[in-house]
């Protein structure tokens, strides 16, 4: 999980969205990847993608 995200990090750091998104969505339920697939989801206009994304981010670090 955490090699999927570090590797999400660097891709987008290198400006390979698409494959940022690819990765991230394999790095399990962490939340800083879904924050992070909300933002570029956001970015290339899949709104729906990235509001679910936000909602899955929100319940990881809200429980409540």
Do not use: C
């Not at 570090?6 to 494959?19: A, H, K, P, Q, S």
């Amino acid at each position: 999980m955490l090699a999927a995200f570090n590797l999400g990090t660097l891709y987008e750091d290198m400006g390979r969205i698409e494959e940022a998104i690819s990765v991230y969505k394999r790095a399990g339920n962490l939340a800083d990847a879904h924050y992070n697939l909300s933002r570029l989801y956001e970015l290339v206009g899949q709104h729906g993608a990235a509001l679910e994304h936000l909602k899955a981010y929100r319940k990881l670090v809200d429980p409540h």
